[in-house]
């Protein structure tokens, strides 16, 4: 029995509701479940609570849905180029949970393993570790850090099979697997989706982990930022 399912809105709409928890796959605007995000958009719902690790760019990826005032939380480890994020936070209309980048993966691989929480020397003697327990261990200071279960897992793949495994591309891997382990429920979104199954030496997130997958729709994927240098000009060119 195939997991694909053809609109991702239905595939979204049937697992949201206002107030939960969602995790969502990417680094700024590599590897995003775009299609995904749009149709949490598309939804409607309101008061939820963001784990990503960033909320992309103003109009792009998860900055839609901060435009479409649909978030109260956000846990991510760094604000990013989100003048909108920025500024709600700023203005306090937004709850910012900063976690450090490393911490933030271990916690959501901790939540998909079933580990409640784990003890880390990151952020000791700063705001983050504020209010959460210590521990020392041979003479050194650790916080705890809990675990993080989501209720919906969105991420996007370079390729999907029958069964939900998945495969991801290069640096699209980046916080996709992570996520996807970290949901109760995962809908995923894949380039191209087989009719059969991927080579068990090419699964990186394996099915149990998903619930529903959809085909990404084609378009050009966005750059957050473009840093290149001037192509050098060929002796004799527009001589």
Same mark, same amino acid.
């Given at each position: 029995?195939?997991?694909?399912?053809?609109?991702?809105?239905?595939?979204?709409?049937?697992?949201?509701?206002?107030?939960?928890?969602?995790?969502?796959?990417?680094?700024?605007?590599?590897?995003?479940?775009?299609?995904?995000?749009?149709? =949490?958009?598309?939804?409607?719902? #309101?008061?939820?609570?963001?784990?990503?690790?960033?909320?992309?760019?103003?109009? %792009?990826?998860?900055?839609?849905?901060?435009?479409?005032?649909?978030?109260? %939380?956000? =846990?991510?480890?760094?604000?990013?180029?989100?003048?909108?994020?920025?500024?709600?936070?700023?203005?306090?209309?937004?709850?910012?949970?900063?976690?450090?980048?490393?911490?933030?993966?271990?916690?959501? !691989?901790?939540?998909?393993?079933?580990?409640?929480?784990?003890?880390?020397?990151?952020?000791?003697?700063?705001?983050?570790?504020?209010?959460?327990?210590?521990?020392?261990?041979?003479? =050194?200071?650790?916080?705890?850090?809990?675990?993080?279960?989501?209720?919906?897992?969105?991420?996007?793949?370079?390729?999907?099979?029958?069964?939900?495994?998945? !495969?991801?591309?290069?640096?699209?891997?980046?916080?996709? @697997?992570?996520?996807?382990?970290?949901? #109760?429920?995962?809908?995923?979104?894949?380039?191209?989706?087989?009719?059969?199954?991927?080579?068990?030496?090419?699964?990186?997130?394996?099915?149990?982990?998903?619930?529903?997958?959809?085909?990404?729709?084609? #378009? @050009?994927?966005?750059?957050?930022?473009?840093?290149?240098?001037? !192509? @050098?000009?060929?002796?004799?060119?527009?001589?």
């Amino acid at each position: 029995m195939t997991k694909q399912v053809a609109d991702p809105g239905a595939a979204v709409a049937a697992r949201v509701w206002d107030g939960m928890t969602i995790a969502v796959g990417g680094f700024g605007l590599c590897g995003i479940p775009r299609d995904l995000i749009e149709a =949490v958009r598309g939804s409607g719902v #309101r008061d939820l609570t963001i784990v990503s690790n960033n909320m992309g760019i103003d109009g %792009k990826g998860l900055g839609l849905l901060l435009e479409n005032n649909q978030v109260s %939380k956000v =846990v991510a480890s760094y604000v990013g180029e989100n003048r909108l994020f920025a500024q709600q936070y700023l203005d306090g209309v937004l709850e910012v949970e900063f976690c450090p980048q490393g911490t933030l993966a271990e916690r959501l !691989r901790a939540g998909g393993s079933g580990i409640a929480g784990f003890f880390t020397r990151t952020g000791v003697g700063t705001e983050v570790a504020e209010g959460k327990p210590h521990q020392v261990f041979d003479g =050194v200071t650790y916080v705890l850090e809990r675990g993080i279960v989501a209720d919906l897992a969105l991420v996007h793949a370079a390729v999907a099979d029958a069964e939900g495994n998945l !495969r991801y591309r290069a640096t699209a891997r980046n916080f996709n @697997p992570l996520v996807a382990m970290s949901g #109760r429920a995962c809908v995923a979104e894949a380039e191209q989706v087989l009719d059969g199954f991927l080579d068990p030496d090419e699964v990186m997130t394996p099915g149990i982990f998903v619930d529903a997958t959809v085909v990404a729709s084609d #378009r @050009p994927k966005d750059i957050e930022q473009r840093v290149v240098r001037p !192509r @050098p000009v060929a002796a004799g060119v527009g001589a």
